[in-house]
């Protein structure tokens, strides 16, 4: 046989070394296993030879066709490995790699303030009651015995919404409103709070924003007195705020209650800041929603819960509240 099998496995061997793609293997297995390939060429030149020569070439060239065979399998599945791992390296999405880690955030200071007091008074055996941020004018005003022709409805610098009748519709200027939709619908005894948004004309400065909030009380049972109120006042305070602030409250208007107070807070240098305003519920606003005032009474009041805010973080600026500037945030 002119062929040197030893050789030529040798140069087929170092071929499939050097293929680096599935197809490279396939042309060499056609190359060297192919029709037109060497060991083809010698098996035809068998007959050639003589029997016995015949039968050990034969067995060298079968043995050589086996072997590279299994040359080209193993390259060919070695090679369509690597394909499938180098493509599954690049394909992958590591959802874990972060280039910042996420820093959690928290409630921000207003609804931490809102859900403390809502606790303190749910503590206290209260309801939390919630109603609309847009208002008609008799839950805003009438039904609270302010009158079209009252000139308290200047004094809450109402925006309106152009619904309607003129001023017929408003963002509601306080959370009283509450009041009224709950004794609308709640028999007596009632005692709830109200938290949520009000809105009024007023320009942003360091004690104001034209969108704040308060937290409104409703408080309807038999034989209620000033007194009740005086004391649920100060409860809430030592509840909210701790021993060494105290609470006092100085006559006020306010066409719902009667009598009215508007109720203060002692601030740390002993001066006093006006948090919000009280009194007992006036008999017109218990007959608008149904209720007999000679059988039942109340006590209702209405803070600012930015106010508070202000004042237990020693906040010099109530703006602070509405910037968004996270570096305030973050520090409560
Ligand atoms: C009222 O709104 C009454 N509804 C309160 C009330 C309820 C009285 C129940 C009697 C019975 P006044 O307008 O004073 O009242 O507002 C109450 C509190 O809301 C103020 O003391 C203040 O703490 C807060 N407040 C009012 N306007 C603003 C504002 N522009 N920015 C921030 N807080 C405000």
């Not at 909210?240 to 203060?264: K, M, Q």
Request: glycine share 8%.
């Amino acid at each position: 046989m002119e062929l040197d099998l030893d050789a030529h496995l040798a140069d087929a061997e170092k071929a499939a070394a050097a293929a680096s793609t599935e197809a490279d293997v396939r042309a060499l297995s056609a190359e060297y296993l192919g029709k037109k390939s060497q060991l083809k060429a010698a098996k035809k030149q068998l007959g050639a030879l003589d029997p016995d020569e015949r039968r050990s070439a034969g067995l060298r060239l079968n043995d050589a066709i086996e072997r590279l065979e299994t040359l080209f399998e193993h390259r060919g599945s070695q090679l369509a490995d690597e394909a499938r791992r180098s493509q599954l390296e690049a394909e992958r999405l590591d959802l874990t790699e972060l280039l910042h880690p996420i820093e959690r955030g928290h409630l921000h200071l207003v609804t931490q303030a809102r859900d403390r007091l809502e606790d303190v008074f749910v503590g206290m055996g209260y309801e939390v009651a919630e109603g609309p941020e847009v208002e008609t004018a008799w839950y805003n005003f009438e039904a609270l015995n302010i009158p079209e022709w009252h000139p308290a409805r200047g004094s809450f610098d109402t925006i309106f919404v152009d619904l309607g009748e003129p001023e017929s519709v408003m963002l509601r200027s306080h959370t009283s409103p509450v009041q009224i939709r709950t004794m609308e619908v709640q028999e007596p005894p009632i005692y709830i709070v109200a938290p949520g948004r009000t809105f009024r004309t007023d320009t942003a400065d360091a004690t104001h924003l034209p969108a704040f909030n308060q937290i409104e009380g409703l408080v309807i049972d038999r034989g209620i007195t000033l007194g009740d109120l005086a004391g649920t006042i100060d409860t809430f305070v030592h509840a909210f705020f701790g021993g060494e602030v105290r609470s006092r409250l100085r006559p006020s208007y306010f066409p719902f209650t009667e009598p009215s107070a508007e109720f203060d807070i002692s601030r740390p240098d002993g001066s006093w800041l006006e948090l919000g305003g009280c009194g007992m519920v006036h008999p017109n606003v218990l007959r608008n929603c149904g209720i007999d005032p000679d059988r039942w009474q109340g006590f209702a009041f209405g803070f600012g819960i930015d106010r508070l805010a202000v004042m237990r973080y020693q906040l010099d600026d109530i703006r602070e509240l509405v910037n968004n500037d996270v570096r305030f945030l973050r520090q409560f």
